[in-house]
């Protein structure tokens, strides 16, 4: 069974860092693409950064960019995003994803863990 | 970057009716589009990929077509489950990203 399970949300002040963790289990966590996709409260989802298999490959919203990294370690199965200074936007549920190909040389987001709350705020 | 434009935002319905949610891109996906269901408090689930394709373990009442610019997901017999709330996503452009629907809310009428 896929799983999913990520940790490290809380509160943090404006202009905080934060690092979140996806631990994964259950597939061969080295041979897919993963993703952090983020939801603010009562609001709709919004993909913030993924890594290819190796990490040699990373891409981030523009909102992110150059405040948010995102990487990995196959050896320990597990997913990481680094936030530095952190603002109010970011403010939001992160889940940790599984990014599969569908056979056109694209890829679907199919698993997804429970999320973790990050809250920036004062 | 490619915008999605999902409609009706809301929509009010009973048990046993077809419902049917639409999702537009600003340019061509070549059916590189998913469907998911999410209700309060838990992560999205797949439902449908490659515009029309079933997620394995989801009944069949759900549907899904379209090409090009303009898809839609169709549930053909609400079930009281059904009632969450459903996204559209466009993953052609990945892996630099994918861009979601704002999103339909699916209620009881």
């Known amino acids: 069974e896929v799983q999913l399970v990520e940790s490290g949300g809380g509160l943090v002040q404006p202009g905080g860092s934060l690092r979140l963790s996806c631990a994964a289990s259950?597939?061969?966590?080295?041979?897919?693409?993963m993703s952090w996709v983020r939801q603010a409260p009562g609001k709709g989802l919004e993909w913030v950064a993924n890594i290819k298999q190796d990490g040699s490959e990373k891409y981030y919203v523009d909102s992110v960019k150059g405040r948010f990294t995102i990487s990995r370690d196959n050896a320990k199965n597990s997913l990481y995003l680094q936030m530095n200074s952190l603002r109010a936007e970011d403010t939001a549920v992160y889940y940790c994803?599984?990014?599969?190909?569908?056979?056109?040389?694209?890829?679907?987001?199919?698993?997804w863990g429970q999320g973790t709350l990050v809250t920036v705020s004062s | 970057d490619i915008q999605m434009t999902q409609s009706p935002s809301s929509l009010s319905a009973s048990v046993g009716d077809r419902v049917t949610i639409t999702c537009r891109a600003s340019q061509g996906i070549s059916n590189s589009l998913a469907w998911y269901q999410q209700k309060p408090g838990k992560a999205p689930k797949l439902l449908l990929y490659?515009?029309?394709r079933l997620e394995s373990g989801v009944p069949s009442r759900f549907s899904g077509s379209g090409s090009g610019t303009d898809y839609t997901l169709t549930i053909s017999s609400l079930q009281p489950e059904d009632f969450a709330t459903y996204y559209c996503q466009q993953y052609y452009s990945t892996p630099l990203g994918y861009t979601f629907g704002q999103g339909t809310k699916l209620e009881i009428k």
């Open positions: 259950g597939f061969t966590f080295s041979s897919y693409w």
């Open positions: 994803a599984r990014d599969l190909s569908d056979g056109s040389g694209s890829y679907v987001t199919d698993y």
């Open positions: 490659a515009a029309s």
